[in-house]
């Protein structure tokens, strides 16, 4: 950490630079001693990223920011606020601290926050940020977490954990043994202070696998921002053995979204043709597989046991988009080139063979407009293509 970074005249060259052509500054090379022109662009480009995902540090003078990869891994403030709303008590453990985003969140709501961070100088920085932050309850260490665990005589009311992936080489499906720490293997060690922890996992964590590795899963909290998945929590208590609550919520900018059930209880869904709406469930409740409880809870209709879309005859209040169907038709490329007289449409595929690049070829279907063709497989196993506007 270059505390020369944090002289005015070096924080007044930052914000003044923040839209600026970066190459071309870093050609110009640094105008100050001691700091190299790396430093200096590594704060502008951690610092943009900041302004919408981060905005209480982004405003907040004299923030020392580490590395884009830092940025770019922790928590936003809308996910960081949610994650505070479940936990109570006085005490909590942040095992993988990072920048210390969900730490300055939970001490919103802890008495005392200890914050553990393995790498030394993105410690000394939140270290840094948190009193620039006006927060004087969180504690900082700078060891391995499951090392101070193993070692403290003191038991916490909450144990948090962001476990990371050693590598990627497994692609898109790996463990939670995978990650670092290996919370799997330590879940004994750690009930030992806790009676509680919350485990925040990348959204390609496959949940019933996770589910499987975990002892004493409660709650499975899945958070969408503006229909992109962020992140996955899983909540454990001790010696907890009843039903698992799964939980979505998606973020818009018009309000929150949320859908629950009880994992494992599967009911069963009624299938209809096609009605007046249709409906898409958001991202959420995609990553969460209760495809059978939207339709059960809601009292609408499924298309096909494989196209999570759903229909009804009036229109409902829905997690997702709903729409107004138009018009249903078969798969045939004379029918739907009827449908769109300007050749302007927005393609979505729900269970079907072909992908919206493949379809927009055959069609000649530019993207946009206002009409939506949801291309998909009905019960009776035919495929359809459904015209509809957005309501």
């Given amino acids: 950490m270059n505390k020369r970074i944090l002289h005015q005249d070096v924080q007044n060259y930052i914000d003044e630079h923040l839209k600026s052509d970066l190459h071309k500054l870093i050609l110009k090379g640094s105008p100050f001693d001691e700091i190299t022109v790396q430093e200096l662009a590594n704060q502008i480009v951690s610092k943009q990223k900041c302004e919408k995902k981060l905005p209480n540090w982004f405003l ?4 020392y920011y ?6 770019e891994q922790t928590s936003s403030e809308h996910t960081a606020q949610y994650k505070s709303e479940l936990v109570t008590g006085k005490t909590l453990f942040d095992m993988t601290g990072g920048f210390g985003v969900d730490s300055f969140f939970f001490s919103k709501k802890i008495e005392t926050v200890t914050h553990c961070e393995i790498n030394k100088e993105l410690s000394e920085i939140a270290t840094h940020n948190f009193k620039k932050l006006n927060v004087i ?6 060891e391995n977490g499951v090392d101070f665990i193993k070692n403290s005589k003191e038991n916490f009311d909450v144990i948090y954990i962001d476990p990371s992936r050693r590598n990627d080489a497994k692609g898109k499906v790996f463990l939670l043994r995978d990650c670092e720490p290996n ?4 879940m004994s060690v750690l009930f030992e202070k806790t009676n509680t922890i919350l485990i925040k996992n990348s959204p390609i964590l496959d949940i ?19 229909n992109d998945v962020k992140e996955l929590l899983f909540l454990l208590e001790k010696d907890y053995k009843k039903e698992i609550q799964i939980k979505t919520i998606n973020v818009t900018k018009n309000g929150s979204q949320e859908f629950n059930f009880q994992y494992q209880i599967k009911p069963i869904s009624t299938y209809s043709k096609p009605l007046e709406y249709l409906y898409e469930p958001n991202a959420a409740i995609l990553k969460s597989g209760g495809f059978h409880e939207i339709s059960n809870q809601l009292n609408i209709f499924k298309l096909h046991q494989h196209s999570h879309l759903y229909t009804s005859e009036s229109q409902i209040e829905f997690p997702g988009r709903v729409f107004k169907i138009v018009e249903i038709t078969s798969y045939d490329k004379k029918k739907i080139a009827k449908l769109i007289s300007n050749k302007k449409a927005n393609i979505t595929t729900r269970n079907f063979p072909k992908t919206v690049a493949q379809i927009r070829k055959e069609l000649k ?5 206002e009409d939506y063709l949801f291309f998909t497989t009905n019960f009776k196993d035919e495929l ?6 957005k309501v």
Avoid: R
């Fill in 384 to 389: 359809i293509c459904i015209h509809s506007k």
């Fill in 365 to 369: 279907i530019k993207d946009g407009g």
């Fill in 66 to 71: 580490p590395p884009k990869l830092n940025i």
């Fill in 183 to 186: 919370v799997p293997d330590n």
């Fill in 208 to 226: 019933t696998s996770a589910i499987n590795e975990l002892n004493f899963v409660k709650e499975i909290h899945i958070i969408a921002i503006n």
């Fill in 60 to 63: 907040t003078k004299n923030i």
């Fill in 137 to 142: 309850n969180i504690k900082s260490v700078s």
